[in-house]
C-alpha cells in the first residue's frame, strides 16, 4: 500500500438512480479524477459504499454499472483500493476483485506508515450496547445464512433490500445518540491505543472530525450523504474535509 492515503467511508450508493443519486456520484467522480491526476496513494473504503451488495453465483445488484466502472479505471491507473465490508455491504464473494480489483477484508484493515500504527475500522457492534447487533451480525454473516439467502431469488431480495432502505427514518439516526457514540468510540480508541495503535479510523456513525489525544489520533469518517467526507493520511498528517475541499487541494 502506498501513501498517501485517500478515505472514504458510507457512501450508501443506491440501487436507484434518481438526481439526487446521480448527483452524489458526480461528486466521488470527481473525487476519484482528482485521485488519478496526483498519480500516487491508495484508495480506501472503509465500509457501506453501497447500499446493498449481494453477489450471487451469475448474478449481481443492478445499478451501480459507473460506480464499478470507476473504481476499474482507479485500478487500471495505479490507484489500488482497499475496501472494508461494511454491515450493508459484506457480502462480496470476489466480484470485486475481478471487476476492478479491489481487495476486500471481512474484518478491520491494520497498516503502518512513517513507524505509525494505523486500525481502520467500519464499526458497527462498537457501542457497549449493541449487544442484539452483536448476535444479529454474526447470523446473517454466518455459512448457514449466506447458504439460505442465495435460494431466494435476486429480485426479491433487491426489493426488499430497497423497501428496507426507504423506511429507515433516517441514516443520521445516529446523531439522536451522538453523547454515546463519541463516549464508546472513544473509549474503544483508548484500548486501541494501549495495544500501540497511534490512529484509529471508525466509521458506521456517520461522524465527522480528527481527536488528538497525547500524540494519538481518533478519526471518524464521516458519510456521503451529506458530508461528502474525505480523509487523507499521508507521511506526515492527517487530513480530512468534504469532498470540493479535497478536489480544490493543490
Sequence with gaps: MNDPYYIIS????????????????????????????????????????????????????KGYDNILEALADLNNNNIKIHYILGNHDYWDFGYLN??????TYKNDLEFNINNKKILITHGDGILKSDYGYRFMKKIIRSQLFIFLYKLLPAKI???????LSKS????????????IILKDTLEYAKEKWKKNYDIVCIGHYHQTG?????????????????????????????WQGNWKEFVDLS
Design 10 to 61: 458510507d457512501n450508501h450508493f443506491s440501487m436507484d438512480l434518481d438526481q439526487k443519486e446521480h448527483d452524489r456520484r458526480q461528486k466521488i467522480f470527481q473525487v476519484f479524477d482528482k485521485i488519478k491526476a496526483l498519480n500516487k496513494g491508495t484508495l480506501i473504503i472503509g465500509g457501506d459504499f453501497f447500499d446493498y451488495w449481494f453477489e450471487y453465483k451469475n448474478e449481481i445488484p
Design 98 to 103: 475481478k471487476i476492478a480489483g479491489i481487495t
Design 157 to 163: 431480495t433487491c426489493a426488499f433490500a430497497k423497501k
Design 168 to 179: 429507515s427514518s433516517d441514516y443520521n439516526h445516529h446523531d439522536k445518540y451522538l453523547k
Design 210 to 238: 480528527i481527536t488528538n489525544l497525547n500524540g494519538k489520533q481518533l478519526i471518524y469518517l464521516g458519510d456521503w450523504l451529506s458530508k461528502y467526507t474525505v480523509t487523507v493520511i499521508d507521511q506526515d498528517n492527517s
